[in-house]
């Protein structure tokens, strides 16, 4: 393994155990100062009050899909919804939030076939599961190369929250396209899975900020995650 890859691997590896976000970008100056000194860097979860409904205890189910045709390990359903549940999880504000039962991804796989899968609704899904909630994401775009020799992710996603009992959307919110990183990585650097593992990590924690509290002001898309090009 080069040295480039191995880093992009240890990349991987830190961002999924980091517990602090990495939210959008937004502007930054001496004028908003004495708002980091009563209340520090981060911003509320973009949809705090509807998280705030689900309650102690419920069962949870992320729940990722697209109509894109991608195949094998080019899919990104599983990786994302295993990111989107491993960082909401970790970074609820509501300690008591804790206490939710998260319903893996593989129980998914295991209950419905590509069909099914593609044409129940997120309500129905979440019911058969057993679950209370739905987080669901609809992956309109997803591509991880900018060309032949250049590596750039680059998505468009729409999120839901789900009541399953209810039977109603709580939320539903279009991401902007996602880009990252803001400059292409040669492909000879770099090996094509661990780069779609990393850019799915970044991809989940800009989901996360629709419940979870972020920091607007790191940066998500830094070259500086790619020193060696």
Request: net charge negative; charged share 25%; aromatic share 10%.
């Amino acid at each position: 393994m080069t040295n480039a890859r191995s880093k992009l691997l240890t990349l991987v590896l830190v961002a999924l155990s980091s517990a602090t976000l990495l939210g959008v970008t937004g502007c930054a100056g001496m004028f908003m100062m004495p708002y980091y000194l009563i209340y520090g860097t981060d911003s509320p979860a973009i949809h705090q009050n509807e998280v705030k409904e689900i309650k102690k205890e419920s069962k949870i189910v992320v729940i990722c899909r697209s109509n894109l045709n991608l195949f094998g390990s080019a899919n990104p359903n599983a990786d994302l919804a295993t990111g989107i549940t491993y960082v909401v999880s970790n970074n609820l504000k509501d300690k008591k939030k804790k206490k939710l039962e998260w319903i893996p991804f593989t129980k998914v796989e295991e209950m419905f076939d590509e069909e099914e899968f593609n044409a129940t609704s997120f309500e129905k899904m979440g019911a058969k599961l057993g679950a209370d909630y739905v987080i669901g994401v609809e992956i309109d775009s997803f591509e991880t190369r900018h060309s032949t020799q250049f590596y750039q992710g680059s998505a468009k996603v729409v999120v839901r929250l789900v009541d399953v009992d209810k039977q109603e959307t709580m939320f539903r919110e279009s991401l902007p396209q996602f880009t990252y990183p803001p400059t292409p990585v040669p492909t000879s650097d770099y090996d094509e899975i661990d780069f779609q593992r990393l850019f799915i990590v970044k991809l989940s924690k800009l989901i996360a900020t629709q419940f979870c509290p972020y920091d607007p002001h790191e940066q998500y898309a830094q070259d500086s995650d790619f020193p060696e090009r």
